[in-house]
């Protein structure tokens, strides 16, 4: 090779790292895509949007919403670890992704191979709630019912293996009771059923329910997180209720197709991060009965892996599978 077409190649080479750089720099340089693996009107929803919204302002450029429903958020999901790794296209990635591989025997995806991980935005506690006609005021009273009559009560979920679900069963599996399962597709009719006493009970992410409970067409028996809810302190952990060791929830968190440059995932990481951080956004997300989490990816990456172990127990333990 002549030391000409040498200074040539090492030319195009170093001019095009400061072209590369600015190409970061300038992210989002149009319109990117924000796939909401469920329908309107949920936790997922709210907080998919929640998402797109800080992003818009915070960037200038805007973050469409895409509800793509289905599969237990799975159809959403595969969608955009499929998509383009170009930063172009970005998604919720919820509780449903830690449950899906403990309980589906055909997975067309890998939620930790084929996705980044960007930040948990949020815990959502579950409120255990009843409807009022049920004679339990907390969990104690409430075994004591489900004990008397195997299989006399019936609870709602959000359909088979979405966190409601996957709550019960681990309550069920936790206590011994037995209960009928209804599944729903989604939790705005699970939650009229309940009201209208079609369902006696259901764990429901607080997010969704907490007006329900508040004019006490639901009573909240027990939060199914290990520490006590903030906006209700007084309620007990379904652990304080007497169920040893029972912790779990719902979770909403941001992520992106596998293999999107990491310049990328740091700057978006950074920009929800820092507005789920302030005070007037932290006190925004309990009152709507959310905790912020705002992590790295690192981090979101070994919870979502922890996430998938536990709930592949449960699985088990439940004998639960969906072909």
Same mark, same amino acid.
């Given at each position: ?113 084929? !996705? &980044?991980?960007? @930040?948990?935005?949020?815990? $959502? %506690?579950?409120?255990? /709630? ?5 004679? =339990? ?63 006696? !009970? &259901?764990?429901? @992410?607080?997010?969704?329910? $907490? %007006?329900?409970?508040? /004019? ?5 028996? =027990? ?73 790295? %990816? ?26």
């Amino acid at each position: 090779m002549s030391k000409k077409l040498q200074g040539l190649l090492v030319a195009a080479v170093v001019a095009a790292f400061p072209l590369g750089a600015a190409a970061q720099a300038q992210y989002p340089a149009k319109t990117v895509r924000f796939i909401i693996p469920f329908p309107p009107g949920g936790p997922t929803d709210i907080m998919g949007r929640m998402a797109t919204d800080i992003l818009s302002k915070a960037t200038g450029q805007q973050f469409v919403p895409d509800n793509r429903g289905g599969a237990g958020g799975n159809i959403g999901a595969e969608l955009c670890a499929r998509a383009p790794a170009d930063g172009y296209t970005l998604c919720m990635i919820t509780a449903a992704q830690g449950v899906s591989p403990a309980i589906y025997k055909k997975m067309t995806y890998d939620p930790v191979k084929d !996705l &980044a991980a960007i @930040t948990l935005m949020a815990s $959502l %506690p579950s409120l255990l /709630t009843v409807h009022p006609a049920l004679p =339990a005021k907390n969990v104690k009273e409430l075994l004591t019912i489900a004990k008397a009559k195997p299989d006399g009560l019936s609870y709602a979920s959000t359909g088979n293996g979405s966190s409601p679900h996957m709550l019960m069963e681990m309550f069920k599996f936790m206590t011994g009771v037995k209960m009928v399962h209804v599944p729903y597709k989604g939790q705005a009719p699970a939650v009229v059923d309940q009201i209208s006493g079609q369902v006696q !009970l &259901a764990f429901n @992410t607080a997010i969704t329910v $907490l %007006p329900q409970v508040e /004019t006490k067409r639901l009573r909240a028996i =027990a939060v199914s997180s290990k520490e006590r809810f903030p906006p209700m302190p007084d309620l007990q952990t379904v652990e304080e209720g007497g169920v040893k060791d029972f912790d779990g929830g719902s979770w909403q968190g941001v992520g992106a197709p596998a293999g999107t440059p990491p310049e990328i995932i740091r700057r978006v990481n950074t920009l929800l991060v820092n507005e789920l951080k302030t005070p007037n956004m932290r006190d925004q997300m309990i009152k709507r009965g959310a905790i912020v989490s705002a992590n790295t %990816p690192e981090e979101f990456s070994a919870f979502l892996k922890a996430e998938i172990a536990r709930w592949t127990k449960v699985a088990k333990a439940g004998n639960i599978s969906i072909d």
